[in-house]
Protein backbone atom coordinates (compact mmCIF):
# COMPACT_ATOMS: atom_id res chain seq x y z
CA UNK A 1 0.00 0.00 0.00
CA UNK A 2 2.69 2.06 -0.99
CA UNK A 3 3.79 2.96 2.49
CA UNK A 4 0.52 4.13 3.87
CA UNK A 5 -0.25 2.78 7.30
CA UNK A 6 -4.39 3.20 8.76
CA UNK A 7 -4.95 2.54 11.82
CA UNK A 8 -7.43 1.13 13.23
CA UNK A 9 -9.10 -1.44 10.55
CA UNK A 10 -12.42 -1.99 11.74
CA UNK A 11 -14.48 0.29 14.01
CA UNK A 12 -17.83 0.23 15.36
CA UNK A 13 -19.35 3.62 16.65
CA UNK A 14 -22.07 4.69 18.59
CA UNK A 15 -24.29 7.59 17.29
CA UNK A 16 -22.84 10.31 19.09
CA UNK A 17 -19.44 8.99 19.86
CA UNK A 18 -16.08 10.29 18.74
CA UNK A 19 -13.44 8.71 17.62
CA UNK A 20 -9.67 9.92 14.67
CA UNK A 21 -8.76 7.89 12.11
CA UNK A 22 -5.22 7.72 11.96
CA UNK A 23 -2.58 7.76 8.67
CA UNK A 24 0.52 7.39 8.42
CA UNK A 25 3.00 7.62 5.72
CA UNK A 26 6.72 6.41 5.28
CA UNK A 27 7.68 8.47 2.31
CA UNK A 28 7.93 11.85 3.46
CA UNK A 29 5.45 13.76 0.51
CA UNK A 30 3.82 16.35 0.96
CA UNK A 31 0.00 16.12 -0.27
CA UNK A 32 -2.42 13.70 1.88
CA UNK A 33 -6.05 12.98 1.34
CA UNK A 34 -8.69 11.60 2.76
CA UNK A 35 -11.59 10.25 0.83
CA UNK A 36 -14.71 8.01 2.06
CA UNK A 37 -16.01 5.13 -0.24
CA UNK A 38 -19.79 4.37 -0.52
CA UNK A 39 -21.27 1.61 -2.36
CA UNK A 40 -21.82 3.28 -5.87
CA UNK A 41 -20.86 6.49 -5.56
CA UNK A 42 -17.06 6.32 -5.95
CA UNK A 43 -14.39 7.69 -3.74
CA UNK A 44 -15.62 11.39 -2.63
CA UNK A 45 -13.14 13.83 -1.38
CA UNK A 46 -13.63 14.71 2.73
CA UNK A 47 -10.08 16.88 3.17
CA UNK A 48 -6.81 16.97 2.02
CA UNK A 49 -3.44 19.02 2.71
CA UNK A 50 -1.04 20.22 0.37
CA UNK A 51 1.72 20.35 2.90
CA UNK A 52 2.24 20.27 6.69
CA UNK A 53 0.26 22.57 8.81
CA UNK A 54 -2.23 22.97 5.91
CA UNK A 55 -5.88 21.94 5.10
CA UNK A 56 -8.52 22.45 2.67
CA UNK A 57 -12.10 20.93 2.39
CA UNK A 58 -13.03 18.58 -0.39
CA UNK A 59 -16.40 17.88 -1.57
CA UNK A 60 -17.66 15.88 1.70
CA UNK A 61 -16.41 17.57 4.76
CA UNK A 62 -18.97 18.19 6.70
CA UNK A 63 -19.01 16.46 9.83
CA UNK A 64 -14.89 15.96 10.22
CA UNK A 65 -12.34 17.66 11.09
CA UNK A 66 -8.30 16.95 10.34
CA UNK A 67 -5.14 17.80 11.51
CA UNK A 68 -1.51 17.68 9.68
CA UNK A 69 0.84 18.58 12.49
CA UNK A 70 3.37 16.62 10.76
CA UNK A 71 4.71 15.70 7.61
CA UNK A 72 4.23 11.93 8.44
CA UNK A 73 0.84 12.05 9.72
CA UNK A 74 -2.71 13.00 8.50
CA UNK A 75 -5.95 12.35 10.88
CA UNK A 76 -9.14 12.11 10.21
CA UNK A 77 -11.54 13.31 13.31
CA UNK A 78 -15.38 12.49 13.79
CA UNK A 79 -16.35 14.60 16.69
CA UNK A 80 -20.07 13.50 16.68
CA UNK A 81 -20.30 10.22 14.75
CA UNK A 82 -23.92 9.72 12.62
CA UNK A 83 -24.93 6.46 11.02
CA UNK A 84 -24.85 8.47 7.27
CA UNK A 85 -20.86 8.12 8.21
CA UNK A 86 -20.78 4.31 7.99
CA UNK A 87 -18.62 4.24 5.46
CA UNK A 88 -14.46 2.98 4.59
CA UNK A 89 -12.17 5.69 4.54
CA UNK A 90 -9.40 5.65 2.61
CA UNK A 91 -5.86 8.01 3.38
CA UNK A 92 -4.13 8.63 0.19
CA UNK A 93 -0.76 10.44 -0.78
CA UNK A 94 1.04 12.09 -3.72
CA UNK A 95 4.83 12.01 -4.68
CA UNK A 96 5.59 15.69 -5.56
CA UNK A 97 6.68 14.54 -9.00
CA UNK A 98 4.01 12.19 -9.43
CA UNK A 99 0.26 12.84 -10.88
CA UNK A 100 -1.67 9.69 -9.17
CA UNK A 101 -2.28 9.06 -5.92
CA UNK A 102 -1.41 5.95 -4.00
CA UNK A 103 -3.50 4.54 -1.49
CA UNK A 104 -3.36 2.98 2.15
CA UNK A 105 -5.55 -0.41 2.90
CA UNK A 106 -8.64 1.58 4.61
CA UNK A 107 -10.55 2.03 8.05
CA UNK A 108 -13.97 0.10 7.59
CA UNK A 109 -15.98 2.44 9.92
CA UNK A 110 -20.30 1.50 10.82
CA UNK A 111 -22.10 3.75 12.95
CA UNK A 112 -24.89 1.88 14.94
CA UNK B 1 -15.88 21.34 -12.19
CA UNK B 2 -14.26 17.98 -13.31
CA UNK B 3 -16.39 15.11 -13.05
CA UNK B 4 -16.45 11.26 -14.81
CA UNK B 5 -18.70 8.37 -15.74
CA UNK B 6 -18.81 5.10 -16.09
CA UNK B 7 -21.64 3.87 -17.59
CA UNK B 8 -22.01 0.26 -16.87
CA UNK B 9 -22.34 -0.68 -13.29
CA UNK B 10 -21.21 -4.66 -14.16
CA UNK B 11 -19.24 -6.02 -17.23
CA UNK B 12 -18.80 -9.44 -17.83
CA UNK B 13 -16.64 -11.36 -20.42
CA UNK B 14 -15.17 -14.50 -21.06
CA UNK B 15 -11.84 -15.96 -19.95
CA UNK B 16 -9.72 -15.35 -23.11
CA UNK B 17 -11.90 -12.73 -24.18
CA UNK B 18 -10.59 -9.05 -24.65
CA UNK B 19 -12.25 -6.99 -22.30
CA UNK B 20 -13.16 -2.79 -22.24
CA UNK B 21 -14.15 -1.04 -19.69
CA UNK B 22 -15.78 2.14 -19.93
CA UNK B 23 -15.27 5.91 -19.23
CA UNK B 24 -15.79 9.13 -19.91
CA UNK B 25 -14.81 12.44 -18.27
CA UNK B 26 -15.65 16.59 -18.24
CA UNK B 27 -13.09 18.90 -17.78
CA UNK B 28 -12.55 22.43 -18.32
CA UNK B 29 -8.82 22.39 -19.06
CA UNK B 30 -6.62 19.61 -20.20
CA UNK B 31 -7.40 16.36 -18.29
CA UNK B 32 -5.33 14.16 -16.09
CA UNK B 33 -6.82 10.97 -16.50
CA UNK B 34 -6.33 7.28 -14.02
CA UNK B 35 -7.65 4.23 -13.87
CA UNK B 36 -7.39 2.12 -10.45
CA UNK B 37 -8.31 -1.38 -9.82
CA UNK B 38 -10.04 -2.99 -5.77
CA UNK B 39 -9.55 -6.21 -5.23
CA UNK B 40 -12.25 -7.38 -2.53
CA UNK B 41 -11.37 -5.90 1.06
CA UNK B 42 -8.24 -4.09 -0.03
CA UNK B 43 -7.51 -0.60 -1.29
CA UNK B 44 -6.99 1.02 -4.47
CA UNK B 45 -4.41 0.10 -6.95
CA UNK B 46 -2.79 2.15 -9.70
CA UNK B 47 -2.71 0.87 -13.01
CA UNK B 48 -2.40 3.58 -15.46
CA UNK B 49 -2.65 7.17 -16.65
CA UNK B 50 -2.62 9.49 -19.37
CA UNK B 51 -1.19 12.60 -18.95
CA UNK B 52 -0.21 13.83 -22.17
CA UNK B 53 2.01 12.42 -25.59
CA UNK B 54 0.37 9.20 -27.14
CA UNK B 55 -3.38 8.20 -26.58
CA UNK B 56 -2.68 4.66 -26.20
CA UNK B 57 -1.06 4.51 -22.36
CA UNK B 58 -0.25 0.85 -21.18
CA UNK B 59 -0.31 -0.14 -17.67
CA UNK B 60 0.67 -2.90 -15.12
CA UNK B 61 -0.54 -6.58 -15.61
CA UNK B 62 -1.20 -6.00 -19.01
CA UNK B 63 -3.93 -3.67 -19.07
CA UNK B 64 -4.19 -0.20 -21.49
CA UNK B 65 -5.93 2.62 -21.92
CA UNK B 66 -7.05 4.99 -25.04
CA UNK B 67 -7.08 8.37 -24.36
CA UNK B 68 -10.09 10.08 -27.23
CA UNK B 69 -10.10 13.78 -26.89
CA UNK B 70 -13.16 14.61 -29.25
CA UNK B 71 -15.43 11.45 -27.56
CA UNK B 72 -13.85 12.83 -24.13
CA UNK B 73 -13.20 9.42 -23.00
CA UNK B 74 -10.30 7.09 -21.76
CA UNK B 75 -11.96 3.23 -22.03
CA UNK B 76 -9.79 0.60 -20.03
CA UNK B 77 -8.42 -2.52 -22.40
CA UNK B 78 -6.93 -5.86 -22.21
CA UNK B 79 -6.60 -8.39 -25.03
CA UNK B 80 -7.08 -11.53 -23.13
CA UNK B 81 -8.78 -11.10 -19.83
CA UNK B 82 -7.94 -13.33 -16.88
CA UNK B 83 -10.09 -14.77 -14.06
CA UNK B 84 -8.14 -12.68 -11.53
CA UNK B 85 -8.73 -9.37 -13.42
CA UNK B 86 -11.89 -9.93 -11.63
CA UNK B 87 -11.93 -6.43 -9.42
CA UNK B 88 -13.59 -3.30 -8.94
CA UNK B 89 -12.13 -0.87 -11.53
CA UNK B 90 -12.35 2.82 -11.68
CA UNK B 91 -11.69 6.08 -13.64
CA UNK B 92 -10.26 9.16 -11.87
CA UNK B 93 -10.10 12.78 -13.74
CA UNK B 94 -7.40 15.60 -11.89
CA UNK B 95 -6.56 19.08 -12.67
CA UNK B 96 -4.63 21.62 -11.39
CA UNK B 97 -6.16 23.44 -8.21
CA UNK B 98 -4.47 26.38 -6.12
CA UNK B 99 -1.09 24.93 -5.42
CA UNK B 100 0.12 21.35 -6.64
CA UNK B 101 -3.03 19.53 -4.66
CA UNK B 102 -4.43 17.90 -7.86
CA UNK B 103 -7.76 16.40 -6.62
CA UNK B 104 -8.77 13.13 -8.04
CA UNK B 105 -12.55 12.56 -8.96
CA UNK B 106 -13.61 9.15 -9.18
CA UNK B 107 -15.82 7.79 -11.41
CA UNK B 108 -19.10 5.07 -9.53
CA UNK B 109 -16.73 2.10 -10.51
CA UNK B 110 -17.55 -0.70 -12.93
CA UNK B 111 -17.34 -4.46 -11.20
CA UNK B 112 -15.67 -6.68 -13.61
CA UNK B 113 -16.55 -10.39 -13.40
CA UNK B 114 -14.24 -13.02 -15.79
CA UNK B 115 -16.07 -16.06 -16.36
CA UNK B 116 -14.18 -19.47 -16.50
Known amino acids: NAGVTQTPKFQVLKTGQSMTLQCAQD?????MYWYRQDPGMGLRLIYYSASEGTTDKGEVPNGYNVSRLNKREFSLRLESAAPSQTSVYFC???????????FGPGTRLTVT | AQSVAQPEDQVNVAEGNPLTVKCTYS??????LFWYVQYPNRGLQFLLKYITGDNLVKGSYGFEAEFNKSQTSFHLKKPSALVSDSALYFC??????????????FGSGTQLTVLP
Open chain 2, 27 to 32: VSGNPY
Open chain 1, 92 to 102: AIRPLTAYEQY
Open chain 2, 92 to 105: AVSELYSGSARQLT
Open chain 1, 27 to 31: MNHNS
